[in-house]
């Protein structure tokens, strides 16, 4: 294993570190709890948004915290849900008169700690709702999850009650955009290679020089099938079939078009899927009005992507234009 | 190879299209001269800004054309110089009163290529400089270069230029400005693993699997010394050593940070190489106070990182700091 790193065990830790230096007005770090928190948080004239999964999957969720996004973020140990008292101290340092709103990912470890957690909040007199997102359209059931998985497609969700919550709306409301835009939005993803967790020091899992993984998971769990590699154009298929036939999206749909990178995958290929699949789209009388290429949800090093998309309407798309502020810095 | 491609003498070209094809209301794209010209150029008020290069180093520079950045990217194929003539077409298209600037990063074939264009492109009356930046501190001359290599430190002077330039200073006062960036930028990369381009179908070099490459170009051409593999710590202490003592920088400076990914590393590493490195310039009395931490100028799929600092006045704070419009969408 070739990274980056120091110990395996410092790796979530150093990476928070070194996010919080390169963002000292704006971001505050608690080691004790590996929160990343707004600066400015709490604000009771707002509905507080936070974040928990696993770590591995950067930017998400450390990274998009900010104005308009996520208020804190509550990542675990490479693809390990973080501790329930993690969670619960997370409300504890936003917690807000208009309430607490916790985003979750479909997976079962993830689910159990923040069930627990907001029952303790609860207890402790925070107003909070939790919220459970599952974008994933290529298996019912995974490794890790009981119904579908939450992958890419919970930026959307993350954007829109995040600037749900910046415009002042209440809990309830806020829950209901962040349902709508869950149900609108779908996602699957393809790998080429398998993720090394720093604390595993080899590959997830084998698969051959000429092989593909199509319907990955983001902690690297099997997909719907292992095939042989085939050119950009047939695995844009592979992607867009299952998403497409899943709501349906049909002609006359305007979409956000998200080609989302899992990590290893350069920004280059990502934008040669991206004109593929938009013009793939088209053709079908779905028009992408609104694109996003880059990475977003990524499995560590993985080379891989996925293509995830959003029915929009003016609700929607009004939440995703809405300005935002987050740690990464494009110019 | 496995990558997301089609033909491989296609990649440049679909990936352009891609882009295209995601920002229609702000970049062109002509498939004949490869260009990416911001949708509504020229504007005879500023100073037009182009930078070309091969490719292969996205979102340098294709994905940074845009208000307050470039007018026009002319790329070549992959790690190759554009051709001459579609240097001059780049220049005819953004030609302003005001004049156009080429930005070059410091490669003999790019060196002749744009040379060769600044002549024609005068002869045809446009008003054109050239500017080459050479911020690469790893060697003195290299496979493709006499004199130092222009690397990641390129953003950094097309930041400060694109912002001058929108701001309509004179094409002798953004001349001026870049030279002033580019003494104050020294970079230094490191490979974890070797790029593989789609023409050739298999990694440019070998490495072993508990190697690195210090000092490593954006090509995959050799650095200054290949190594055992070092935890993070001491692979910052590889980078950081010869870019202060460079200039120097010194104790009392104020700095931007720019930890830049390859194309192969994932975020998390990055800001985690981030953290150790403010720290260590910091132990020095050297104060980032900007920090970039991401992709900005890559290698294909290498894992690798490279580090840059630049020497902060009020001047190029100021320059940088400005309102600038990329396709990169990150929320």
């Given at each position: 294993?070739?990274?980056?790193?120091?110990?395996?065990?410092?790796?979530?830790?150093?990476?928070?570190?070194?996010?919080?230096?390169?963002?000292?007005?704006?971001?505050?770090?608690?080691?004790?709890?590996?929160?990343?928190?707004?600066?400015?948080?709490?604000?009771?004239?707002?509905?507080?948004?936070?974040?928990?999964?696993?770590?591995?999957?950067?930017?998400?969720?450390?990274?998009?915290?900010?104005?308009?996004?996520?208020?804190?973020?509550?990542?675990?140990?490479?693809?390990?849900?973080?501790?329930?008292?993690?969670?619960?101290?997370?409300?504890?340092?936003?917690?807000?008169?208009?309430?607490?709103?916790?985003?979750?990912?479909?997976?079962?470890?993830?689910?159990?700690?923040?069930?627990?957690?907001?029952?303790?909040?609860?207890?402790?007199?925070?107003?909070?709702?939790?919220?459970?997102?599952?974008?994933?359209?290529?298996?019912?059931?995974?490794?890790?999850?009981?119904?579908?998985?939450?992958?890419?497609?919970?930026?959307?969700?993350?954007?829109?009650?995040?600037?749900?919550?910046?415009?002042?709306?209440?809990?309830?409301?806020?829950?209901?955009?962040?349902?709508?835009?869950?149900?609108?939005?779908?996602?699957?993803?393809?790998?080429?290679?398998?993720?090394?967790?720093?604390?595993?020091?080899?590959?997830?899992?084998?698969?051959?020089?000429?092989?593909?993984?199509?319907?990955?998971?983001?902690?690297?769990?099997?997909?719907?099938?292992?095939?042989?590699?085939?050119?950009?154009?047939?695995?844009?298929?592979?992607?867009?079939?299952p998403i497409v036939s899943d709501i349906p999206y049909s002609s006359g749909d305007d979409v956000a078009?998200?080609?989302?990178?899992?990590?290893?995958?350069?920004?280059?290929?990502?934008?040669?899927?991206?004109?593929?699949?938009?013009?793939?789209?088209?053709?079908?009388?779905?028009?992408?009005?609104?694109?996003?290429?880059?990475?977003?949800?990524?499995?560590?090093?993985?080379?891989?992507?996925?293509?995830?998309?959003?029915?929009?309407?003016?609700e929607i798309r009004e939440l995703l234009e809405a300005p935002a502020e987050i740690p990464i810095r494009?110019?």
């Amino acid at each position: 294993m070739k990274k980056f790193i120091n110990d395996p065990k410092a790796f979530v830790p150093e990476m928070l570190k070194g996010l919080a230096l390169a963002n000292p007005d704006t971001l505050t770090y608690d080691p004790k709890y590996n929160l990343i928190v707004r600066a400015d948080a709490p604000n009771n004239d707002k509905v507080s948004i936070i974040q928990g999964s696993g770590s591995g999957h950067e930017p998400a969720h450390v990274m998009i915290v900010g104005k308009g996004m996520l208020d804190a973020a509550c990542p675990g140990d490479v693809f390990a849900a973080p501790p329930t008292d993690f969670v619960v101290e997370a409300a504890r340092r936003v917690k807000s008169d208009k309430g607490v709103l916790l985003l979750v990912n479909n997976y079962t470890g993830d689910k159990m700690a923040f069930e627990m957690a907001e029952e303790l909040a609860a207890a402790e007199g925070i107003k909070v709702r939790t919220l459970f997102i599952d974008d994933d359209v290529a298996v019912k059931d995974s490794l890790y999850t009981i119904g579908r998985r939450g992958v890419a497609g919970n930026f959307f969700v993350i954007k829109a009650v995040g600037a749900a919550a910046e415009a002042g709306k209440d809990l309830d409301e806020i829950v209901r955009i962040g349902e709508k835009v869950n149900a609108v939005t779908r996602t699957m993803g393809v790998a080429l290679t398998a993720c090394t967790p720093p604390a595993k020091g080899e590959p997830l899992f084998e698969i051959g020089d000429d092989e593909i993984e199509v319907g990955i998971g983001i902690h690297g769990e099997p997909g719907r099938a292992r095939q042989k590699w085939v050119p950009a154009n047939e695995i844009v298929d592979l992607l867009l079939e299952p998403i497409v036939s899943d709501i349906p999206y049909s002609s006359g749909d305007d979409v956000a078009l998200m080609v989302n990178g899992l990590g290893g995958t350069p920004i280059s290929e990502l934008y040669l899927l991206y004109g593929i699949a938009h013009e793939k789209l088209a053709a079908q009388g779905i028009t992408p009005t609104r694109s996003y290429v880059g990475e977003y949800c990524t499995s560590l090093d993985m080379a891989g992507a996925s293509i995830t998309l959003v029915k929009l309407d003016d609700e929607i798309r009004e939440l995703l234009e809405a300005p935002a502020e987050i740690p990464i810095r494009t110019f």
